[in-house]
Each structure stands twice: as structure tokens, then as C-alpha cells.
């Protein structure tokens, strides 16, 4: 991964915070299932790491890292340690990690870099702003050819589909802007073929602050992940 070109994205178009592209479990990662939301909700603040993009750059790819420094930053500010959304990603990426014995490796990442409380504010930034906080994310999904893509809500749904069909990574029939979200779940496993010839699949799926603690109506996804790598 190019950490100069990383550098140069985080601190793009804002004075105050860093972009966040992805958190990987550490700096040597090979991540083969990508966990994809539309955006982050909150950001790292420059002030936060006394200006240090380098710093910033070692906590989103050491997962753990990350995560100690997200839980001591929300107590500081009177905050639960995770937000609903948080534990969800945690306990999915936990789970996929442990059952599959390592086999598989999870790479969390975003449509979109900048940071929004909600999507609805996100659809509000300039095009070409919104456009520029999805290059690394078209970047990441090259470079590494998951094998598997999890996608959650329907707004991330629509953003995803739309790109891989403009890249003709999957077929344009699969999409259909009248579907809702349990249309689009009853689709999985949908087939991508990306550009350097390898495979995968996409599988969509509720936003993960419904997940919990234990993730039991999640359990099919799990299931149908961990199969994708039983048959390989």
C-alpha cells in the first residue's frame, strides 16, 4: 500500500479531521472479506493526534490500536465506549475471523471517507467532494480482489452495485433502483468478476447497528460467508 498516496488522501479537503479510508487488523494485512457501511459517523480530529498524520496512519491499520484509542476518546467525552454501530462491526469481524480459524480476514472499510453523522448529511456534500472520498475505496477494492464483500444498508447497497456495474464487475441487470433492502439480501451471493480476472461475491445485508452483541439474526450471513471459503 502506497502510505505516501495514503498520506496525501486523509488529509484531503478538510482542515480539521482526517479522512478515514479503512482500518485494517495491522500494518502487513491481506484482508479477503471487506466489510462495507456508506460512511463514517465520526472522525479522528486532527487535535486528536497532535497534527501527526503518521500516527493517525499506525492507528487505522492496527485494528486494536484503533479500537483502544475510539473507546478512550468516547469515555473522555461523557460517551458510550462504542456506538451501536461499533459493536456490531466488532462481534461480525470477531466472529468471521475465529470461526473460520484465521482463514479469513476482514478489512473494514467505507463507500465513502469523510465523515458524517448520518448518510442523509453525506448526500448533502458536493458531488465532486463525495466523488473524491470514494477514490481509495475503488482503489482498495482493486488492489485486493476480496473474495467476499459485505455490504450493509441500502444506501451503501445502491452506491456499490452502481460502481461495479459502471466497472463492469457485475451484470447491469442485477440492479433495480425499486428495490428495497430484502430484495437485495434475497440476491446473495451476487458474483463479481474483477478486472485482473479473480472473483467474488457480494452479499448485502441489514445496517450492523441492528447487530448486538451476539449477532443471532445475522447468523445466515455468517453461515454463507464462512461457506464461500469452505468451498474454495
Not at 448526500?123 to 488492489?143: C, D, N, T, V, Y
Request: hydrophobic share 35%.
Amino acid at each position: 500500500m502506497n502510505r505516501i498516496g495514503l498520506k496525501e488522501f486523509v488529509e484531503r479537503g478538510t482542515t480539521n479531521e482526517y479522512l478515514r479510508p479503512f482500518v485494517s487488523k495491522c500494518k502487513t494485512s491481506n484482508p479477503n472479506v471487506f466489510i462495507v457501511g456508506i460512511n463514517p459517523a465520526s472522525s479522528i480530529l486532527k487535535t486528536d493526534v497532535d497534527h501527526d498524520v503518521d500516527r493517525y496512519i499506525d492507528l487505522i491499520m492496527d485494528r486494536e490500536s484503533f479500537l483502544t484509542f475510539i473507546q478512550q476518546k468516547n469515555i473522555e467525552k461523557g460517551k458510550r465506549p462504542f456506538s451501536k454501530t461499533r459493536i456490531g462491526l466488532n462481534q461480525l469481524v470477531n466472529q468471521l475471523e475465529t470461526q473460520s480459524n484465521e482463514a479469513i480476514e476482514v478489512l473494514e472499510t467505507n463507500i465513502n471517507a469523510y465523515a458524517t453523522p448520518t448518510a442523509k448529511k453525506l448526500k448533502a456534500i458536493h458531488p465532486s467532494i463525495k466523488q473524491s472520498g470514494q477514490e481509495w475505496f475503488h482503489k482498495l477494492m482493486r488492489e485486493h480482489t476480496p473474495a467476499v464483500v459485505i455490504v450493509h444498508s441500502l444506501d451503501a447497497t445502491r452506491d456499490l452495485m452502481k460502481w461495479l456495474i459502471a466497472n463492469e464487475m457485475i451484470k447491469s441487470s442485477v440492479y433495480n433502483r425499486s428495490y428495497r433492502l430484502r430484495d437485495w439480501i434475497d440476491l446473495g451471493p451476487i458474483p463479481i468478476n474483477y478486472p485482473s480476472g479473480a472473483t467474488g461475491v457480494v452479499f448485502c445485508t441489514k445496517h450492523l447497528k441492528y447487530y448486538g452483541w451476539k449477532g443471532n439474526a445475522f447468523q445466515q450471513l455468517r453461515e454463507d460467508v464462512l461457506t464461500q471459503f469452505n468451498e474454495r
